[in-house]
C-alpha cells in the first residue's frame, strides 16, 4: 500500500488496563504500529501514532476489588504500568491515553446522540444472565459455553475464538460462568439499547467492497460477517464502571466497553492536540479523508470490531469521519504450542521480557516471528536461534570483521579518497527496491527476508574482497574495501531503524554519523561522506551476544507454568 499523502494516521488496539500484556499481545498491534510508524517517519511523512490503554468493563471492577483499590487508582496505576514498559520497548507512541477520560465520555456520547438522532438506536427487552454464586450479572465475556457452530467448548457469550463466529450469549450451550464455573445461571428481563446494525449494511458492504489492497485476513473475516448478514448489538450493561448513557430512563446503565473503546482514537487524537497547544488541530487529522492515510493495526479477534461496527458508528452520525485505507490483522502467537497464561506463570510478559534480554532483541525476534499468514508459536529455543544466526552471526559477524580490521590497522581512521564498488551498490540496491516496497505494503516476515539479504551481500563482499589478504601488498586498495564495508553499514542502520532503533542506533554511533532522526534509506545510497577522512568511534559495546543453549533451558523451565486450571482471557 503506497502511501501517496504526507500525512499518516496510525492506531493500534488498546490494550485492556488489566495488568501487564503477555509478548504475543505486543506483536499483535503494537509492535508492528510501531515499525511502520517509524518507517514512515524516515520517509518524510507527518506521523501521528495513537494508542492508550482501554479501562472500561467488568474485567477492570474485578481487578480493582482484588487488588483492594478504587476503580480509578486501579486504572490510573496500570495506565501508568503499562505505558512506562512501552516506553521501555521503544514504542514511539505520539500519545499514548485512556478511554476513561471526561473527553472519551464526550465523544461517546455525541456518536451515540446523533446515531439516536439517525434512527439507529431502539430499545429492546433482553434477558440477561445473572449468577448468583458472582452475584452479578455478567457480562458476555464472562459467560462460556460451547459454541454453536464449531462446537468449541470454551466459546465467550461475544465471540468464539476457535471460528470467529461473534455470538451472543443466549447462543451459547451449556452457559456458565468464567469466575465461578458455576451453570447456576438465571436469565432476567430488562431493557436495554441496541444498535441496528443491519440498517448500514448496504454501506458498509460498498466500502469493503472497494478495499482490495487489505489483507485476505481482514477482507476474509469483514465479508464472512457480511455474508451471515449483520444483526443489531447491544450497546448498554449493567455496571458501574463505564460511559454512562445519557438518557434519564438509563441512568443506572453504561456503555459496552466496545461502544465506547473505539471512540478512544478519536478522544486521544483530542488530548494530544490540546496538549500540544492546538486544540482544534485534531479535526485536520479525523475531519479531512481526503488529507489523510488512516492505518490501523490490531490482532485477528478485533478485526470484526474495527471492520464493521465502529466503521457503522461512524458512518451512521452522518459525519465526514476518516475511514481507514489499510488494516493490518495479525493471527495470534502461541506459546510453546498453547496460550499465554497469567494464572499458570506461562509464557513471557512484558515487564519480565526486559528483565531477560534487551528492548532489541524482543523487538527483532517477534518482528521475525511475527504471525502475519497464520497463527505462530514462540518459543525460546526459536527465539535464541533468530538472535544467535541473524544479528549475532550474520549482521555481528559482519560489524566484528570490519571494525577490528579498521581498528588493528589503521587506529580507527580511514584516510580520505573513496571507490565505490559499481556491483555491490547494484545489489545492494536491489534489496533496498525490495525493502522499501515490502515495508510501504506493511509485510514485515518478506521486509526481514530482505535484511537477511542484505547482511547476506556484505558478509560474501568481505569475505570474496579479503582485506586482510590484500593489507599485504595494497593498503590503499584495503581502504576502499573497508569504506564499502562501512557504506553498507549505513544502509544496514537505516534500514533497521524501524524494526531495533537502539542497535541501529549504535551501528551509526560506532560510524560516527547523525543518530536521530534516522535518515531515510534512499538517502543511505549516497556514498559521498565517504570520500573524507572517517574518525570511527569504536568504543561501542559488543552489540549482540549469542544467546548460549543453557540459558534457553533454564528460560523454557521457568516460563513453562504450573499445571493449574487456565481461566485467563486473550
Known amino acids: ?14 490494550p485492556y488496563i488489566n495488568g501487564t500484556k503477555h509478548v504475543g499481545n505486543l506483536i499483535g498491534s503494537m509492535l508492528p504500529a510501531d515499525f511502520y510508524a517509524r518507517f514512515q517517519r524516515q520517509q518524510g511523512k507527518e506521523v501521528l501514532y495513537i494508542c492508550g490503554t ?18 480509578e487508582q486501579y486504572c490510573q496505576q496500570n495506565h501508568c504500568l503499562q505505558r512506562d514498559i512501552y516506553r521501555s520497548f521503544d514504542i514511539s507512541f505520539d500519545y499514548f491515553g485512556r478511554t476513561s477520560t471526561k473527553m472519551n465520555r464526550k465523544c461517546t456520547q455525541e456518536i451515540f446522540a446523533r446515531l439516536n438522532d439517525h434512527g439507529y438506536i431502539f430499545e429492546k427487552s433482553i434477558k440477561q444472565y445473572y449468577s448468583s454464586i458472582d452475584k452479578r450479572f455478567l457480562p458476555d465475556r464472562y459467560i462460556e459455553g460451547t459454541c454453536p457452530r464449531c462446537h468449541y467448548t470454551d466459546a465467550r457469550g461475544d465471540q468464539c475464538d476457535k471460528c470467529g463466529a461473534l455470538l451472543s450469549p ?4 451449556s452457559p456458565r460462568s468464567a469466575l465461578s464455573g458455576s451453570t447456576d445461571l438465571q ?8 444498535f441496528d446494525l443491519g440498517l448500514l449494511e448496504p454501506q458498509l458492504k460498498s466500502w469493503i467492497s472497494n478495499q482490495d489492497g487489505w489483507p485476505p485476513l481482514v477482507r476474509g473475516i469483514a465479508n464472512q460477517w457480511l455474508k451471515e448478514g449483520l444483526k443489531a448489538r447491544c450497546i448498554t450493561r449493567d455496571l458501574h464502571w463505564g460511559v454512562p448513557v445519557p438518557l434519564p430512563a438509563y441512568h443506572d446503565k453504561v456503555f459496552y466497553v466496545w461502544f465506547d473503546a473505539p471512540m478512544g482514537y478519536i478522544s486521544m487524537t483530542q488530548e494530544w492536540a490540546a496538549a500540544n497547544g492546538w486544540p482544534e488541530s485534531w479535526q485536520a487529522w479525523w475531519l479531512a479523508p481526503e488529507d489523510v492515510n488512516l492505518v490501523q493495526f490490531m490482532a485477528k479477534d478485533n478485526v470484526p470490531f474495527h471492520t464493521l461496527f465502529w466503521p457503522a458508528m461512524l458512518k451512521g452520525s452522518g459525519q465526514d469521519w476518516l475511514s481507514a485505507s489499510y488494516i493490518k490483522g495479525v493471527n495470534w502467537l502461541t506459546y510453546e504450542g498453547d496460550k499465554f497464561s497469567t494464572s499458570r506463570r506461562r509464557g513471557v510478559f512484558t515487564d519480565k521480557a526486559l528483565e531477560l534480554f534487551p528492548a532489541d532483541y524482543w ?20 527465539f535464541a536461534q533468530i538472535i544467535n544466526k541473524d544479528l549475532a552471526d550474520s549482521l555481528g559477524n559482519f560489524i566484528n570483521r570490519t571494525f577490528k580490521i579498521i581498528e588493528n590497522h589503521f587506529g580507527g581512521i580511514l584516510p580520505a579518497g573513496f571507490l565505490l564498488d559499481d556491483r555491490l551498490r547494484q545489489d545492494i540496491g536491489l534489496q533496498v527496491k525490495s525493502y522499501l516496497t515490502q515495508m510501504e505494503e506493511i509485510q514485515f516476515r518478506k521486509t526481514g527476508h530482505h535484511i537477511r539479504k542484505m547482511w547476506d551481500i556484505g558478509n560474501e563482499y568481505i569475505s570474496q574482497a579479503q582485506p586482510w589478504q590484500v593489507l599485504k601488498t595494497d593498503r590503499p586498495q584495503v581502504i576502499h574495501i573497508l569504506k564499502n564495508c562501512l557504506y553498507l553499514l549505513n544502509i544496514f542502520s537505516c534500514a533497521l531503524a524501524p524494526i531495533i532503533p537502539a542497535l541501529a542506533g549504535r551501528i551509526r554511533q560506532a560510524l560516527a554519523l547523525q543518530q536521530t532522526p534516522f535518515p531515510s534509506l534512499e538517502s543511505a545510497m549516497d556514498a559521498h561522506w565517504l570520500d573524507k577522512e572517517i574518525h570511527l568511534d569504536l ?32
Open 187 to 194: 436469565q432476567i428481563a430488562g431493557n436495554h439499547l441496541f
Open 1 to 14: 500500500m503506497k502511501i501517496d499523502m504526507n500525512k499518516v494516521l496510525i492506531t493500534s488496539a488498546l
Open 363 to 382: 523487538r527483532y525476534g517477534l518482528f521475525a516471528m511475527i504471525p502475519e499468514s497464520s497463527d505462530a508459536d514462540f518459543s525460546f529455543q526459536a
Open 54 to 71: 482501554d479501562e472500561h468493563g467488568t474485567p477492570a471492577e474485578l481487578g480493582a476489588q482484588a487488588a483492594g483499590l478504587n476503580i
Open 170 to 173: 443466549e447462543e451459547l450451550l
Open 539 to 570: 568504543q561501542v559495546d559488543c552489540l549482540v551476544k549469542k544467546i548460549p543453549p543453557e540459558r534457553v533451558e533454564a528460560l523454557t523451565a521457568a516460563f513453562s507454568g504450573s499445571q493449574d486450571t487456565d481461566s485467563t482471557r486473550r
